[in-house]
């Protein structure tokens, strides 16, 4: 039933006609089961790492050894990926990473998998390899750990996360009792995971379904406090992503990241959680000290959409936006950014060498005063218009 079913097939017996087996494992099979769409596709086996590059290579499918180490190579099938890891089990863990020996038992990679719902595989015919009440779990909308909470959060301290992130995506009731007790002694060792893992989980957080709600949970008790300190205001986070829901746009995890952020922390987040440059800029535009998005008028919108660029406007009309009955400027200001081409200046540096400035910061400068001209004649002069004023500056100088 999904898209890439066909490809993935390919795989599966390519693994098969080497002598092994893969079955789908994880998102994939929790998500189809509840008829949702699925992100990607991972597929575990009980081949060796070597074999199933081998088994590939033999159906005349390309592969990557994308992380050979830890078992996971990259099949490559009418033009999609799959992750084809070996089956697993876990030797050593300390909290933060996880010593694994390769296995041909199926139980046993289940049961190093976080929660019942993830640990779901199924095999080429469609049947559901259920080791641990996963798919029970998954209709009762119950979030919960294979095995003792308490001692797999110990084993990896992303699970209290992780946690947080399903249950605001497929819980039907209140926090499971064990884990929300375990997760609560241990929410401390939260800072001690990496930026990169944190990153993932928490704007995972942020886009769940019931994200925004459980985030208010986390902080209700000291959750977002023990790892994001500057973030602890809901408020703004409430606003932007009811504004998301209304204006028919998908929630953005660096938007809402914004919301939460505490005016002049935007750094220490970025740091906290490794944000890459572009992400970063755009929570320092959005969350730094800066003057509230005006409104009075489509000139004035316009000007700042054009000096911010479409994305970053959007991003501040929803982080400033005054809800209420007559939010009609704002609902103005948020047409604009999103129907408006951002026009481009028409002259560039050597259509004033040709006019005879000499290259070099003048020409900048003067380049500069011509666009702030055109800017604020509200976007209308072409090129011409803008030449044509350019030499009338010259020769008045
Ligand atoms: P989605 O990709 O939709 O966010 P997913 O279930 O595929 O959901 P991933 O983070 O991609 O989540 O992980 C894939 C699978 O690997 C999970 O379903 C789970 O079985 C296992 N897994 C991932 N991270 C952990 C972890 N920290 N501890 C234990 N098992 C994990
Ligand atoms: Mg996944």
Known sequence: SWPQATAAAKVLDALAAAGGEGRFVGGCVRDALLGRGIRDIDIATNLAPEKVIAALAAASLKSVPTGIKHGTVTAIADHVGFEVTTLRHDVETDGRHATVAFTDDWQQDAARRDLTMNALFCDAAGNIHDYFGGLADLKAGHVRFVGDPAQRMDEDYLRILRFFRFHADYAAGDFDAAAIAAATQRRHELKRLSGE?????????????????????????????????????????????????????????????????????????????????????????????????????????????????????????????????????????????????????????????????????????????????????????????????????????
Request: charged letters at 30%; proline letters at 4%; one cysteine or more.
């Open 197 to 397: 893992r944190l990153r993932q989980e928490t704007l995972k957080l942020l886009t769940a379904r019931r994200g925004v709600a459980v985030w208010g949970e986390m902080l209700g008790r000291d959750f977002a406090g023990a790892y994001l300190p500057w973030a602890t205001t809901q408020d703004r986070l409430v606003k932007v992503a009811a504004l998301e829901t209304r204006l028919k746009l998908a929630p953005d995890a660096v938007r809402r990241l914004a919301a939460l952020t505490l005016t002049g922390s935007g750094n220490d987040i970025a740091e906290t959680l490794k944000l890459s440059n572009a992400d970063r800029d755009r929570l320092l535009s959005a969350s730094d000290a800066r003057p509230v998005f005006d409104v009075a008028g489509d000139a004035a919108v316009r000007r700042q959409v054009y000096a911010l660029g479409n994305d970053r406007a959007r991003d501040r009309i929803l982080l400033d936006w005054e809800p209420g009955a007559d939010d009609g400027q704002w609902h103005r200001a948020f047409d604009i950014v999103e129907s408006w081409p951002r026009p481009a200046f028409p002259l560039a540096g050597r259509d004033l060498i040709k006019l005879g400035i000499a290259a070099g910061p003048e020409l900048g400068a003067k380049l500069a005063e011509l666009e702030n001209w055109w800017v604020a004649g509200d976007f209308a002069g072409d090129a011409a218009a803008c030449l044509a004023e350019a030499k009338r500056r010259l020769s008045k100088n």
